[in-house]
């Protein structure tokens, strides 16, 4: 069974541009989930999707935007990049909602976005 | 929103030799779960805790949630070289909806 995909595995941008990440769920996950991994704050939670829809959102500044497809694939997007978003994005799926005990996260090895 | 620590930070030893980690917080856990993440790849979900003085087993690995729920322990029992990696704890607050809040970390190293 393919583990949680994410496109691509490295990035490199400057200051002001933006960028789209991929990520696709393992085959019946329908929610996917992004953390943002940095060695100062660690890893911080950006959204989670459900169903097309956004479901929660962490304390991030609106340059941070995501979307899921109906094939429950997602797709993050960062404008106007600052140096400070450089980080390792991960991606994480679940069958349905819900992160208790009993939905654990599956995650993929992320993409490494550094920002010059 | 729930913060989590972690220690140590960082920790070297030999392999062989026996350690343990610790997550702790002020705030109850209504569960607790401990991943393992090795460089270039993502976290990856070693165990889940939910009820207070819960012990698991996992090979070497033993896991401790505390009594009260607010703490936790990783107890590693003769280490090896492939134990090497950053151990996180992480915890989905009760009715909360931000996902789920990581601790920082312990970097593990096994020198052999």
């Known amino acids: 069974k393919a583990g949680v995909t994410q496109t691509p595995r490295y990035l490199i941008k400057t200051r002001g541009q933006q960028v789209t990440l991929s990520c696709s769920p393992i085959?019946?996950?329908?929610?996917v989930s992004w953390y943002q991994q940095t060695p100062g704050q660690g890893l911080q939670f950006l959204f989670e999707?459900?169903?097309?829809?956004?479901?929660n959102k962490g304390n991030f500044p609106g340059r941070f935007s995501g979307r899921q497809f109906s094939n429950s694939r997602s797709e993050m997007n960062v404008s106007t990049l600052e140096l400070g978003d450089s980080a390792l994005y991960l991606c994480?799926?679940?069958?349905?909602?819900?992160?208790?005990?009993?939905?654990?996260?599956?995650f993929g090895d992320g993409t490494r976005l550094s920002i010059l | 929103t729930q913060l989590l620590e972690q220690s140590p930070q960082f920790l070297s030893i030999q392999e062989g030799e026996n350690l343990t980690v610790y997550c702790n917080s002020s705030?109850?856990?209504?569960?607790l779960q401990w991943y393992r993440q090795e460089p270039g790849e993502g976290p990856v979900l070693l165990v889940t805790?939910?009820?207070?003085?819960e012990v698991k087993k996992l090979k070497r690995l033993t896991f401790q949630f505390g009594d009260a729920r607010k703490d936790s322990s990783l107890h590693i029992t003769a280490a090896q070289p492939g134990d090497t990696g950053l151990y996180l704890c992480?915890?989905?607050?009760?009715?909360?909806?931000?996902?789920?809040?990581f601790g920082k970390g312990t970097h593990l190293i096994i020198q052999p």
């Open positions: 994480a799926s679940s069958p349905v909602p819900g992160q208790g005990f009993n939905q654990p996260q599956h």
């Open positions: 085959s019946g996950h329908r929610s």
């Open positions: 999707y459900f169903s097309e829809t956004q479901r």
């Open positions: 705030s109850v856990f209504s569960s």
């Open positions: 805790v939910v009820t207070g003085g």
């Open positions: 992480a915890e989905h607050e009760s009715g909360g909806a931000d996902g789920l809040t």
